[in-house]
Structure formats: C-alpha cells, structure tokens
C-alpha cells in the first residue's frame, strides 16, 4: 500500500515562499509518476506540477510556472515543492499524489491519480 504524507503548509504573506514536503512509501517508485494538486475552497481540484520518477519532462501549471519548482530526493523517496513569489490565490490546499507511470492518461488529470496523501494547507495573505 503506498503512503504519502504531506508537510510543509503554513501561513505566508504575499511574495513570501514556502517549501512543502511530500514522503512516499510502500512501494519502489521507480515506476510511477508524482504530482502536487491543489484545492481551493469552492473549487475543484488542480494540477500544480506533475513528473515520472524513471525521468522524462517536468510539467507545471500555467499558473505556477516560473514561480514553484519540484524536486526529489531519490534515496528518500520524498517529492519537494518549492514555491515562491506566492500570491493570495495559490491559497489551497496542497495534495501530493501517485499512480502508475504508464497510464495513458496526461499527468493533469486528477481522476488518473489513484494514491493521495492528506493535504497540507497553505494560506497566502494580502
């Protein structure tokens, strides 16, 4: 069973950054693909950034592009989510997710994804 914990949220104000954590075990992820969803209130759940563990193109929002940057830490199998610049509307909760690399489906759909963790809540002030 995969397990995914989340870490990091917290309060910030507008232009300040903040680095979210995502630990996942329970499975070699060398074959499944990560992303950071995220969900506001009222709203659906997005797509913030997605990857495949065994490589290939990173792929970001439109929305946080140039802003957040993921990386990994292999031995640990723990994804990271540095955000910077941030703006009253990247105030969401923030899910980290998993599935299996080979899935026909984009990186960007949120239904493709089978693992979650709990969601940590980032809160972004003006």
């Known amino acids: 069973q995969v397990q995914l914990v989340e870490s990091g949220g917290g309060l910030v104000q507008a232009g300040g950054s903040l680095r979210l954590s995502c630990a996942a075990s329970?499975?070699?992820?060398?074959?499944?693909?990560m992303g950071w969803f995220r969900q506001a209130p009222g709203k659906e759940r997005e797509f913030v950034v997605g990857f495949r563990w065994n490589g290939g193109s990173i792929y970001y929002a439109d929305s946080v592009k140039g802003r957040f940057t993921i990386s990994r830490d292999n031995a640990k199998n723990t994804v990271y989510l540095q955000m910077n610049s941030l703006k009253p509307e990247d105030t969401a909760v923030y899910y980290c997710?998993?599935?299996?690399?080979?899935?026909?489906?984009?990186?960007?759909?949120?239904?493709?994804?089978?693992?979650w963790g709990q969601g940590t809540q980032v809160t972004v002030s003006s």
């Open positions: 329970g499975r070699t992820f060398s074959n499944y693909a």
């Open positions: 997710a998993a599935r299996d690399s080979k899935l026909p489906a984009g990186l960007a759909v949120v239904a493709s994804y089978n693992y």
